[in-house]
C-alpha cells in the first residue's frame, strides 16, 4: 500500500522511461576521473563500423574471436559483467573465449595499453583513476558508437536501440561531436541521510539553510555531525555538491557558464555563495578528521549515526548493502533553500546517467565489442544488471518488476516532485579534467579554511582560463 504522495515501484520505471534526464551527466558514477595524461593528440578520428545485413549480427561478429572486457570493480562490483553479460556474449556466440579484468585502477592499468595499441574491446571507465575521455577522443581511441545506437535491439528488432534508452543516453554519448560513451545507470545526486533515525528522533527534513543550520545544533547536542564528506578519497562528492548548490542559487546557467569557460564564471555571486554557505557548515558542524578518511570510511560513519548528511549519488545503497543495518534506510534530501530568493525552488536534485562504457577503437575485436554492449542494452542485460546491483539502467521498462530498495524509492519519489527542476551536471568533469581535478584538490583546501571561498573561486578561474587559453585542447560547447 504506499501513502499520499508515494509511487509505486511500477511506477517508478515507467517516470524513469519517460521523464526528461536531458541534465544528466555525461562522466561516470563514482568518477573523480583523473586525467588521462601522456602523448599528443593526434585528432584521428574515431572508428565507424560497417553495418551488417544480418539483424542478428548487426556488426558482423567473428563468432571465434576473443573479447577482452574490462570493469572498474567500485559500487557496482564486477559480477554483473562477468557473471551475466559475459555469460549473454557466450551464449550468442559459443565457444568464444572471454578475458575478464577487474580493477579499481582503470587509468594505471590501461592507459599503457591504450597507448600500446593492446587494449581491452570493452571497458569500463569509472572510478578515481578514469581516463580523461576528450584526449582519448582525440586521440583515436575511442570506436563510434552511432551504428550501437542505430542497430536492431535485441528485443524488437524493428527498433533501433536508440529508440529503447532513455534520451540522455544520446545526449550525453557525444565527445568531440561524436557518439563516443554509453552512460548506463541512472543516478541521483543530492544530499543522502537515514530516514529511520529522521523518524525516531522526530526530526523534519529542512527545507531552507535556517532550518539546516537548526538541525545542525540539534545534532551537535547529540554528537552527531550535520554532515561530512571523504577528504581523501572522493573530495570531489564536495565539489559536485557545491556546483548544484551553485546552480540551486543561479539556476543551471550558472554551471553552463563554467562548462563554456564563459569569462570570469568561477567568480559569479552564486558560486561564491554556494562555497561560502559550505564552508559555514564545515566549520560550525563538520570534522576536520574526515579529510583523511576515503569514501567507504566516511560512509560506515554514516550507517553508524556519526554523520546525519552525505553528499553522494544513489549508488550508495548498493555500494553499503553489506555494512548496512537493518534499522537504516537510505533516503534522498534535495539541498536546502539557500537565499530565500533562489532560482531553483526547493526539491530541485540532480538527476542523470552515468557509469561510461566505451569501445576501444584500435582493440582487437571492436565488433564484439559494439555487441557486447548491445547486449548490455538488451532488456534481459539490463533486468540482470538491476537485480544483481539494485541500480537502474537507461534502458526502458527493463527493471519492471523488480524488487528496488528504499533509497531509489525515495530517489525517485524526489524526482517526482521535482518535475522539471532537474539540476544539470557539470559536463567540464569530463571535457576539462585538468580543470575538474584541480578542482577537487582545491575544494579540500578551501573547506579546511586555509583559503577564503573568495581565493577558491578566484584559483578556479585562473586554471579555467589557463585551459581556455590552451590551444593544444579541444574545446567542447553546451547549450543546455
Sequence with gaps: MTHPGEITRRQLIRRIGMTAFVAGPGAGLLSACATAGGGEPSAAPATSLPASANPGNPFGVDAKKPLEVAIFSGAYGDSYAKDLHEELYKKAF???????TATQEIGTQLRPRLVAGDPPDVINNSGPKSMDLAALAAEGHLADLAPLFDAPSIDDPAKKV????????????????????????????????NAALFADKGWKVP???EEFTALGETAKREGILLFAYPGQKGPYYQLWN????????????VILDLDNLVDNAWNAEPMKRAVTVWVDIQTRYGDKAYFGLDHTQTQIKQLQNKVLFYPVGSWIENEMAKDKPQDFEYAIAPIPEVTGSDKMPYGAIQVGVGENFVVAAKGKNPQGGLEYLRIMLSKEGARSFTEKTKNVTVVNGAAEGVDLPAGLLSAARAQDRAGQNI???ARFEGWYKELFDYGTEQINVVMAGRITPEEFCANLQKKADDVKRDDSITKQTRGQ
Design 207 to 209: 527545507a531552507t539553510w
Design 162 to 193: 536508440r529508440d529503447t534508452v532513455t534520451p540522455a543516453v544520446i545526449v550525453n554519448a557525444n565527445v568531440s561531436g561524436k557518439d563516443l560513451v554509453l552512460n548506463y545507470t541512472v543516478s541521483h545526486r543530492a544530499l543522502w541521510y
Design 94 to 100: 559459443p565457444g568464444v573465449t572471454i578475458t575478464h
Design 242 to 253: 557545491v556546483l548544484y548548490t551553485a546552480a540551486k542559487i543561479g539556476g543551471n546557467q
Design 423 to 425: 539540476i544539470t551536471e
